[in-house]
């Protein structure tokens, strides 16, 4: 064994100690060689100081003016795990910049000015469990953003700009609990925005600007205990909207609604607050049977009118034992008194006059409205309303017929629907530059003069629907660079405005349903390369040219439904391959031919071919759809038969219900399928007429199909053939020919053949 010297010991532990604790410092910040921090807050530093302790473990530099972090930013100190960078004017994190810190655990990045988040920002922070990006200007997430956080426990991107979330937007979270998007301006969300967050059990959504419930988004949160979505300006939720099974806390205060049906939370088996507080709800029904078992429902700072037709409600609560919040408006005997004290007995109704009469003098009591506007009032043109705090203009349904001018700069939702404007002039919308959302719904609209919409640089959304046109220019739309979803629908088309959305560059869904098209030609969608969603349904389309789609090769959503389609339009999907969803329903198609879906079998996903009077389908009609093929709706057609969907393996929905199926053996493959599919498949005979409505699972007749199990004899013994029956042995060729081995079978198919040479 080498034994050292003492002096070379001491000064071997003297230089190890030199090179593991080095004394040095960056000018102007604080260092804490003990517990290994480093403190440069507001010293006006431009750059990460490259001269910090490499073993450092938290570093603060709030309150500087980095401006960019450049890739490689902190690769002299990857031992950090604490990285505050709070105020110090960041504008972009490049790709990288965080390469090497695969030991951090907390990345602050609030109160700066970064607008992107991009592809690559935050590659190498394999262990972060905590990003807070609150109050930027973030308005943009790129897919792929947070691809390498699968640690991130708690994602913060509060009071930012987001006015839309695209598909596959947190991909990577594998460990996500609490996404928090308050304070945006969210209008629309993608409906795979949320999809792989497996383990978020809370999001919060309020104080945005959503005003539907995003029923499809959300059922992609299975593990969702608790959805904030206060201060939305959402206004009715209909039946089924909220489809989340675990739930149990949704709040919908602050917002508009002004009907909530008692089916809406049918399908949240565990919710059990309910808070539609501060809303404009004057009755409510209780939930309807099978809702969850809530225990508290807030009715806070509602109009509730306290009648009989709110008798069903409180006797409800009284018998579910559910606590009830909020007071009663009226009628006057009432007002002010707690819901949870009123009792079903005082809820009574009058005729109609005295109703209307007790409601007139209700409101003769309101105080009038002051004269001078209250403080959260902006500049807003005659006859419109307008809110500084959520920057949402209003002039809706007010008369106008010229489009009113001098909104605040700041607006972001300008809502002009139900007016009479008839045809909009250029340059209508001047100093509207930060507006994301406009609406011009039912505003009897014919005509759109070229460059209608310029200065609308930050425009997204724009609703069209429910006018008169019938044409647009191809410059129509100029001068709207960020437009990303444009509503056409319930229009006067009978043409599809070729050439109109070439100035759309960054045009992600088109809705077009509810207008007279007859025809797609080649090419229409140039200039919108980068459509991923297109809305054809309830035209009169009977023919699409084989290249129609060409020019749009993302395109993933594509609705054909209630059209005059008679065949599949194979040739028009030849280079659709991005397409993931389909729909073919209402279109009067009776056949439906081999590999017609071959073009889009890679990728598609959901396919609808429901209610079309569908009569035959090919053996081979379904060639190459696999397990990628999620969901396939075949109900209320006229199949007697079906081609073989043992294939398709990744099947999570399938409906087969409303088919005249011939419950007979060539029909066993698909009994066989459902037998061994854990779905529920609903599908159920149509001939013969004595098994007419019975499941396709539950008859016995296929016990007597070839290659089944006969079934079991009355009588095991061995008895003395009878004369038939020797003959029959005597006979193989009778035998082969014999149909069945009872008479009544034969009965059932000499039926069944005439119901399909009828057919």
């Known amino acids: 064994m080498l034994i050292l010297p003492m002096w070379l010991f001491i000064i071997l532990l003297a230089l190890r100690i030199h090179s593991v604790h080095p004394s040095k410092c960056p000018k102007f910040c604080i260092c804490d060689n003990i517990q290994l921090t480093v403190a440069c807050v507001n010293k006006n530093l431009t750059e990460v100081p490259p001269t910090i302790n490499e073993i450092t473990v938290k570093l603060d530099l709030k309150g500087n003016d980095l401006q960019e972090l450049p890739t490689g930013a902190f690769s002299h100190t990857p031992y950090l795990t604490h990285l505050s960078l709070q105020k110090s004017n960041i504008r972009k994190v490049k790709e990288g910049a965080f390469r090497r810190l695969g030991r951090l655990v907390l990345l602050n990045l609030a109160n700066n000015n970064i607008e992107i988040l991009y592809q690559e920002s935050f590659d190498g922070l394999t262990s972060l469990k905590q990003l807070l990006i609150d109050r930027n200007r973030v308005e943009e997430i790129q897919p792929g953003a947070f691809s390498q956080l699968g640690f991130l426990n708690l994602l913060s991107i509060t009071h930012n700009q987001l006015v ?24 629309y969300l993608a409906t795979e925005a949320f999809a792989g967050l497996f383990t978020l059990t809370r999001l919060s959504l309020d104080n ?3 005003q539907f419930f995003p029923t ?38 602050y917002n508009s609604l002004q009907d909530f049906s008692n089916a809406a939370v049918l399908l949240c088996p565990s919710l059990t607050h309910l808070d539609l507080s501060h809303n404009q709800l004057r009755v409510l029904q209780p939930m309807a049977p099978g809702s969850p078992k809530l225990t508290r429902l807030n009715l806070a700072s509602n109009p509730i009118y306290c009648s009989c037709y709110m008798r069903p409600l409180r006797e409800w609560a009284l018998r579910e034992r559910i606590r009830l919040g909020g007071t009663c408006a009226g009628p006057a005997h009432l007002s002010g008194e707690n819901l949870g004290a009123v009792q079903p007995a005082d809820l009574r109704c009058q005729s109609q006059e005295a109703m209307l009469r007790a409601e007139l003098e209700e409101l003769s009591r309101l105080p009038t409205l002051p ?23 209003s002039c809706e349904n007010k008369g106008h017929t010229k489009i009113p001018r001098g909104f605040a700069p700041s607006t972001r939702l300008l809502d002009l629907r139900d007016n009479h404007f008839h045809y909009i002039p250029a340059n209508s919308f001047p100093g509207t530059g930060v507006v994301v959302s406009l609406h011009l719904q039912r505003c009897k609209i014919h005509d759109i003069e070229d460059g209608a919409f310029n200065d609308m640089k930050s425009l997204v959304y724009l609703y069209l629907s429910e006018n008169d046109l019938t044409s647009l220019s191809p410059e129509a739309f100029k001068g709207l660079p960020k437009l990303t979803y444009l509503h056409l629908e319930k229009n006067r088309f009978t043409q599809f405005p070729k050439g109109a959305f070439k100035p759309l ?19 229409l969608l ?9 809305y054809l349904t309830s035209n009169a389309i009977t023919t699409i040219a084989p290249k129609a789609f060409d020019p749009a090769p993302d395109l993933e959503t594509l609705h054909l439904g209630n059209n005059k389609l008679k065949e599949v339009p194979s040739e028009a999907f030849s280079k659709a391959k991005s397409l993931a969803e389909l729909n073919l329903s209402r279109n009067p198609i009776r056949w439906i031919g ?31 759809l696999g397990s990628g093929l999620q ?17 398709l393996s990744g099947l999570e929905v399938v409906n087969l219900a409303e088919n005249p199926l011939l419950c007979d053996c060539p029909l066993l493959p698909l009994r066989k399928w459902i037998e061994q599919v854990n779905l529920r498949v609903r599908a159920a005979c149509g001939y013969p007429p004595e098994l007419r409505g019975q499941g396709v699972k539950d008859v016995h007749v296929f016990k007597s199909c070839p290659g089944e199990k006969p079934p079991p004899t009355q009588n095991p013994k061995i008895s003395k053939p009878t004369k038939r029956t020797e003959s029959a042995q005597l006979s193989p060729s009778k035998v082969k020919g014999q149909p069945r081995k009872t008479a009544k079978p034969q009965l059932v198919q000499k039926n069944t053949n005439k119901k399909r040479k009828s057919v």
């Open 505 to 523: 560059l960054c045009l992600l869904a088109l809705h077009m349903e509810n207008n007279v098209i007859t025809k797609l030609e080649a090419g």
């Open 594 to 624: 081999a590999g017609v879906f071959q073009p889009v079998a890679a990728t598609l996903k959901h396919l609808y071919l429901d209610h079309m009077g569908l009569e035959k389908m090919s053996r081979e009609s379904l060639a190459g």
């Open 164 to 187: 839309y979330l695209p598909n596959l937007a947190f991909q990577g979270l594998q460990n996500i609990n609490w996404l928090r998007l308050s304070h945006n301006s969210l209008n």
């Open 371 to 393: 004269t001078t506007p209250p403080p959260d009032k902006v500049k807003c043109p005659a006859n419109c309303d307008c809110e500084a705090l959520n920057h949402h203009s």
């Open 526 to 534: 140039t200039g919108a390369e980068k459509l991923r969603g297109l």
């Open 216 to 253: 499809e988004t959300m059922t992609r949160l299975p593990e969702v205990t608790r959805l904030d979505l206060g201060y939305n300006p959402m206004n009715y939720l209909g039946e089924e909207s909220v489809s989340m099974p675990k739930l149990t806390h949704l709040f919908l205060d």
């Open 631 to 647: 969901s396939l709706f075949l109900e209320g057609n006229q199949l007697e038969e079906l081609p073989d969907l043992s294939p």
């Open 208 to 210: 945005n600007a959503l």
